[in-house]
T-cell receptor, first 113, second 111 residues
Framework: DGGITQSPKYLFRKEGQNVTLSCEQN?????MYWYRQDPGQGLRLIYY???????QKGDIAEGYSVSREKKESFPLTVTSAQKNPTAFYLC????????????FGPGTRLTVT | LAKTTQPVSMDSYEGQEVNITCSHN???????ITWYQQFPSQGPRFIIQ???TKVTNEVASLFIPADRKSSTLSLPRVSLSDTAVYYC????????????FGTGTQLKVEL
């Protein structure tokens, strides 16, 4: 069953703690993306990776870190430096070819108190 | 990056055709126009992409005039299940093919 897995669906953390959000895909896609969505807003790009062992900052990378050690996995760490980490986090992939279609995972809703 | 502007919200009734127009005045020569649909608490779903003129698939049509400064997503005979947020995006060729999402158009379909 092909797709993107994000776990957990809901995550609760105390302020000052780092937390890592998981994103796994079995679509064999090279490119992977992390977005953040706040209520009533569109998605904002945090980080993206076009190939293993390479990644670039998106529009709101401060307070976040990523790694891409395997093609299938692109974990996102929300650090204590992120001022407002409570949000809905979405992971996406994109295949090769001429399409700009991104495939999105189910998302993780992070609440930090 | 080309900024997009689209209506905040639209209302329609079941069975009607809905047209959502998006403006993207600063679109670059190699950029593509894409549309996504998002339901609450889910990731967006790709609907359609186009470069110029008209593109049609099983769920929607995309109309792009010659100057490419705007585009119109057409949803034929909408149903209640089409109630969602629709995003118009300009896909920047190269550089990771980043997508920039705006706030989208909230479409509400009623009986």
């Amino acid at each position: 069953d092909g797709g993107i897995t994000q776990s957990p669906k809901y995550l609760f953390r105390k302020e000052g703690q780092n937390v890592t959000l998981s994103c796994e895909q079995n679509l064999n896609h090279d490119a992977m993306y992390w977005y953040r969505q706040d209520p009533g807003q569109g998605l904002r790009l945090i980080y993206y990776s076009q190939i293993v062992n390479d990644f670039q900052k998106g529009d709101i990378a401060e307070g976040y870190s990523v790694s891409r050690e395997k093609k299938e996995s692109f974990p996102l760490t929300v650090t204590s430096a992120q001022k407002n980490p409570t949000a809905f986090y979405l992971c996406a992939t994109r295949g090769t070819g001429g399409t700009y279609e991104q495939y999105f995972g189910p998302g993780t809703r992070l609440t930090v108190t | 990056l080309a900024k997009t502007t689209q209506p905040v919200s639209m209302d329609s009734y079941e069975g009607q055709e809905v047209n959502i127009t998006c403006s993207h005045n600063n679109i670059a020569t190699n950029d593509y126009i894409t549309w996504y649909q998002q339901f609450p608490s889910q990731g967006p779903r790709f609907i359609i992409q186009g470069y110029k003129t008209k593109v049609t698939n099983e769920v929607a049509s995309l109309f792009i005039p010659a100057d490419r400064k705007s585009s119109t997503l057409s949803l034929p005979r909408v149903s209640l299940s089409d109630t969602a947020v629709y995003y118009c995006l300009v896909a920047v060729t190269g550089g990771g093919n980043k997508l920039t999402f705006g706030t989208g158009t909230q479409l509400k379909v009623e009986l």
